[in-house]
C-alpha cells in the first residue's frame, strides 16, 4: 500500500511570516489577559518537547490512554465490530493508532493533521506496522469540516480523537468540533449505520497529581511553555526577553482546568511585528487551558456536540477515560 503525499500548506506573507501566526499573536498580546492558543507550541522544538513531555514519570496521560486501548482491546473490538472505517483527528506522530487498529480490524485508515510532515511520517510508520490496511491522509484542518477521500464511500466510520486534545479547547470551541466531526462523519455513512466516536478524556483529580504533571522537576514542560517566545522572536521578528518569563501552572476549579502562562518577572517592553508591547512584573500570557472532565460533564459536552455516550473505560487508577460514542438520531426531544 502506498501512501499518498502530502504537502505542507502555510500561507506566507512576502517576508516569509505565517499569517495566521502573526494574526494571532498581535491579537493575543492585545487584550487585557494576554493570550496566544495552544496550538502554537508545535514547531519542530515544541512538537519534540511534548514527546519528551509524553515520558515524564510526572506526566501520567499518555501512559494511561494506552493501558486502555491495550486492556480493553476485547471490549473495543465487541463495541465497534470490524470493518469500519478509521478516522483520526489531528493523528501528529500518534503511537496509539496500533494499537486500536489491530484490536478493531478496521477497512481503512483515514488520518487527518493539519501537517503534512506529521501526516506523511506517520501514515509511512504505519503502513509498515498495518500493511495489509488502505491508508488514506487527508490534510486538513479538523476543527472543520472535512470531505473524506471517495475510497471509504458507503464504509461505516469510527472517529478517533485520542490524547484528550479536546482538553485544549473551551467547551463552546469543544461543541463546534464535535458537530463537526459529526459532518465529516455522516457525509457518506451507510444508511442505519451512524458514526461512532472514540475519544480520549482526562479525568478530574487532585491538583497534587495535576500541577506536577504541568509542572514537572525536569523543567521540561517548562521549556515547553517557554520556546512559544523563542518561536515568536525567530518567526515574528520578536525582542520578548525570554529570561524574563516564567512557566507557571495553575487548576482553575472552578472550571475544572489546568492553564499554562508564562508571568513576567519584572516590567518590559517589546516589539512583535513591530507592534510595541508592555508588561507590568507578576502580568501573564495565558498558552494553554487543559480541561479535565468527570463522567458527567463528559457526557454533557458529548450531548451538545451531537453524540451520544455508549461506553466509557477508565485506566486503573480512573486518571483517564477513553468514551464511546454515537452520533444522536435527530428525533423529536420528549
Ligand atoms: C496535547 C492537549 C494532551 O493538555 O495535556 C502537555 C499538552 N501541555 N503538557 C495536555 C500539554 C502541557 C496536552 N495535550
Redesign the pocket.
Given at each position: 500500500m502506498t501512501v499518498q503525499q502530502a504537502l505542507r500548506i502555510v500561507d506566507e506573507d512576502e517576508a516569509g511570516i505565517d499569517k495566521a501566526f502573526k494574526r494571532d499573536v498581535l491579537k493575543g498580546l492585545s487584550e487585557p489577559q494576554k493570550a496566544v492558543p495552544?496550538r502554537w507550541?508545535y514547531d519542530e522544538r515544541g512538537s519534540q518537547l511534548?514527546e519528551d513531555?509524553?515520558r515524564l514519570p510526572e506526566?501520567y496521560?499518555?501512559r494511561a490512554e494506552k493501558e486502555i486501548l491495550r486492556a480493553h482491546s476485547g471490549d473495543f473490538r465487541a463495541a465497534i465490530g470490524p470493518g469500519r472505517a478509521v478516522v483520526e483527528f489531528g493523528s501528529g506522530s500518534s503511537a496509539k493508532t496500533p494499537l486500536l487498529l489491530r484490536a478493531i480490524d478496521p477497512s481503512a485508515y483515514v488520518p487527518i493533521d493539519i501537517s503534512g510532515e506529521f501526516l506523511r511520517a506517520s501514515a509511512d510508520r504505519l503502513a509498515e506496522k498495518l500493511p495489509d490496511l488502505p491508508i488514506h491522509p487527508v490534510e486538513a484542518d479538523f476543527t472543520r469540516r472535512v470531505t473524506m477521500p471517495a475510497e471509504i464511500d458507503g464504509t461505516a466510520r469510527l472517529g478517533f480523537f485520542p490524547?484528550?486534545?479536546i482538553?485544549?479547547m473551551v467547551p463552546r470551541t469543544a461543541v463546534d468540533m464535535l458537530r463537526e466531526m459529526r459532518a465529516t462523519l455522516e457525509a457518506g455513512s451507510p444508511a442505519g449505520t451512524p458514526p461512532l466516536l472514540l475519544i480520549g478524556m482526562?479525568r478530574i483529580k487532585s491538583r497534587k497529581v495535576l500541577i506536577p504533571?504541568?509542572d514537572d522537576a525536569q523543567g521540561v514542560?517548562a521549556a515547553?511553555?517557554l520556546n512559544l517566545i523563542t518561536r515568536i522572536n525567530r518567526e515574528l521578528e520578536g525582542t520578548m526577553p525570554v529570561d524574563a518569563f516564567r512557566h507557571q501552572?495553575v487548576w482553575n476549579d472552578d472550571i475544572a482546568r489546568?492553564e499554562?502562562h508564562l508571568e513576567a518577572q519584572r516590567d518590559i517592553i517589546f516589539t512583535v511585528c513591530e507592534r510595541e508591547f508592555t508588561m507590568a512584573a507578576g502580568d501573564t500570557i495565558h498558552t494553554?487551558?487543559?480541561h479535565k472532565y468527570g463522567r458527567r460533564s463528559a457526557a454533557a459536552l458529548l450531548l451538545a456536540g451531537g453524540w451520544t455516550p455508549l461506553e466509557r473505560w477508565n485506566d486503573h487508577d480512573s486518571r483517564f477515560m477513553m468514551i464511546l460514542a454515537e452520533a444522536s438520531p435527530l428525533r423529536s426531544a420528549p
Open positions: 495552544a507550541f511534548f513531555i509524553t506526566y496521560p499518555t490524547g484528550s486534545t482538553g485544549n482526562d504533571a504541568y514542560t515547553f511553555n501552572a489546568v499554562m494553554e487551558n487543559s
